[in-house]
């Protein structure tokens, strides 16, 4: 008996994983979802307050402040790690995507709390 040796380059094209499989699936991952409205776009009066921790506020000021985790986590006697989920809880909350624009939601939000 013969062992059948698997070489990917004799795949037929109905079998999954062939060329023709993997640039449909390619083309597929290239599509960007619609992203939802962001927070930034709403006027005002139409965005709800958001709720924070204590915690999270202390973190967003940090942020703000242009510290790492690493120096925030420091000054809050928590770890990384914490500051680290915390970001992500902040980043869900205001609807933003990365460090820069949460700096920014920290700074509309003190002109509001004003």
Request: proline letters at 5%; charged letters at 25%.
């Amino acid at each position: 008996m013969r062992a059948e040796t698997l070489d990917p380059r004799h795949e037929t094209a109905d079998e999954p994983g062939s060329e023709d499989d993997m640039k449909g699936n390619f083309q597929e991952a290239r599509q960007t979802p619609e992203l939802p409205a962001r927070a930034s776009d709403a006027s005002d009066a139409a965005v709800a307050p958001v709720r924070l921790t204590p915690t999270q506020i202390k973190v967003m000021r940090g942020v703000h402040s242009g510290q790492l985790n690493k120096q925030i986590a420091f000054e809050l006697g928590i770890a990384e790690a914490t500051v680290k989920a915390h970001m992500t809880a902040l980043m869900r909350k205001l609807n933003v995507r990365n460090r820069t624009q949460v700096a920014i939601a920290a700074q509309t939000l003190a002109i509001h709390a004003s």
